[in-house]
Every structure is written in structure tokens, then in C-alpha cells.
């Protein structure tokens, strides 16, 4: 069996004119037990992929397959949707009357009761809710009404999840929780997991494999270390790390040359030093970032972004030495 689950070619979807959100001969493989992560704006297609995967639209090019057999689009089957994938949305679709354990239960035969219970209890522990099975979905928060319908998809045996936006009514404070809960109940069932977000972040703490689409177009694919560090596009590092792109013309206003168009380094990249060779730059300003600084830098008016891990060693109006020790060129 190959280790490829899902195989996207060539795949094309256009809306009217003046509706963003389509696809553009966008092709890539997924492997079975990853965790992929499509990244981009409001428009950029995210959505609209992930539904072509699921089964829901249908193509204008191109074609998915899943196990090497072809996804069949809404109008070749009466209930859209492949049967061994289950998608959660932003609606979470959970009968919000009903109690915690029926709504998961429900995905389940009554054939074999004893094996029904012992699937249910078995994947709410996975997703941490087992205290709240008898508790109505209505009496749930935001985070814990998510759980449940990441429970309810998974529950059948499912072998691929996809995740439309999970992390958008999900509190910062429970976030990071519930991502690496779904890191390690993939790790630990083997179900392969696609997600769509707007947020970076959700990417590169959870995904095996980043697709950045912009305007429908698939810009990058890979893992999210090696796209950090060498993006092929600017939108991609502005999207990933809050990048500083600088024209050619400023950046050699602050020292650094260079025979392309644009330069573009993030701030961790930027090192404050005591050295005198370095670039001597006036803080403008410095935003409190938890355990470290971020500082708006400016010399001969141009404006940098540099991080201070140091807190409180250089304050608004202090001269500091900047070494910029790697940059991009585009």
C-alpha cells in the first residue's frame, strides 16, 4: 500500500468573477497519519480545497484521489461526501439538546452495543471529555462543543479529519491545549488530519506538511521548518514569521546591499550586539512581549523590527548596535 492517502492534481475551481475563494491547478500528495495545515487570507481558497477533498464541489479541472481511487464530487453520489473522511465546521453540527455521549454514539450502529459504548468512552478520553458525557451540549463552552464534534467525527473508524477554522472559537488560553491534544490523537489513532486556518500559528505548532495558497494559487508546500526558513515568496514570510521587507534602496540605507529588488529578514534574525562595527540604529519605541522585547528601530529613517530577549536592557530614545546577520533577497 502506498503511503500516499490523498493525490490532488491539477485541481481547478472558479467561482464568478467577483467572488474570491477559487482554486487554481493547485497538485500535492498528503501522506497517511499527517497532520497538514493550509494556510492563507480570507479568499485565498482554503476552504474551497478542503471541500473539493471532502467530496462537496465540483471541479471545474483536474481530479482527487483518495487510497488511488478517484473522490467522486457532489453530483455523481445522493449524499456528498467520501464515507472514510468526516469534516468538522465552524457550526460544529452537534444537536445542542442532547447529551455529549449520545452526540458521539450517534455515529455508531446499534448492531454491537457493547463495542458502541466502548468506541464512544474510548475516544472521549482521547479528547479529554470524558467527565462531561452526560452534560447537555447547550451547558458547553466554545472549546469544549469542539471537542465533542472532533469526537463525533472521529468516533466511525474515521481515517481522514478535516477541520475547517478549529481553533476560531476556541479561547488563547485553551488553544494551545487543544492543538497538541490533536497532534497527539493523531499520533495515537493514525488518522490523517487536514486543517484550514487563518492563523499561522496553528500551522507551524501542528503540521507535518504547510500549503501556503494565496489568490488561489499554491505558493509553497513542505515542512513548516524548512518554509519558514527559506520561503519562496515574501507573502509567505510576512504570513509565517511577520516579516520586515524592505526595498533595495532602504536596505542599503541600513547597511545592507544587495542586487535584487527587495530584502526581507524576520526580527530574531536582527541581533542586538555591543559590537561598534555593527549598524548604530536610535530605538523608537519597544512593545512588551512576555519574556522578551520587541523594538522599533530606525536609522537614516528607515524602520526595523528587532527582538530583545534581554527585557528592559534598552529603553525608547537609547542608541543600540544591530547586526542583521542573514537576510533574503527576492
Known sequence: MSNTIISVKNLTKQYQAEQAGGIKNVSFNIDRGDIVA??????????????????????????????????????????????????????????????????????????????????????????????????????????????????????????????????????????????????????????????????????????????????GELLQTGKPSEIYQRPKHIYTAQILGNAIVLAKADAEKIGLKTDKETVVFYPEWAEITSNWSSRRFEVKDVYYKGFYDELLLERNGVMVRALQLNRGAHKKNDHVQLNIGRFLEF
Do not use: C, W
Not at 482554503?46 to 488511488?68: A, P, Q, R, V
Not at 468516533?155 to 494551545?176: G, H, I, R, Y
Open 38 to 215: 493550509i494556510i492563507g487570507e480570507s479568499g485565498s481558497g482554503k476552504s474551497t480545497l478542503l471541500k473539493s477533498i471532502y467530496g462537496l464541489l465540483k471541479m471545474d479541472e483536474g481530479e482527487i484521489l483518495f487510497d488511488e481511487e478517484r473522490i467522486k464530487g457532489p453530483d455523481e453520489q445522493l449524499i456528498p461526501g467520501h464515507k472514510q473522511m468526516k469534516m468538522v465546521t465552524q457550526d460544529f453540527s452537534l444537536n445542542i439538546y442532547a447529551k455529549v455521549y449520545d452526540n458521539i454514539a450517534s455515529q455508531l450502529s446499534n448492531t454491537d452495543l457493547k463495542s458502541k459504548s466502548e468506541k464512544t468512552l474510548a475516544i472521549m478520553e482521547h479528547l479529554r471529555i470524558l467527565p462531561l458525557q452526560n452534560k447537555k451540549i447547550i451547558e458547553l463552552s466554545g472549546g469544549e462543543q469542539q471537542r465533542v464534534a472532533i469526537a463525533k467525527a472521529m468516533v466511525a473508524d474515521t481515517k481522514v479529519l478535516l477541520l475547517d477554522e478549529p481553533f476560531s472559537q476556541v479561547d488563547a488560553l485553551l488553544k494551545n491545549q487543544l492543538r497538541a491534544d490533536i497532534k497527539r490523537v493523531a499520533a495515537e489513532t493514525g488518522v490523517t488530519v487536514i486543517l484550514v486556518s487563518h492563523d499561522p500559528a496553528d500551522g507551524l505548532f501542528l503540521a507535518d506538511q504547510l500549503l501556503i495558497l494565496r489568490d
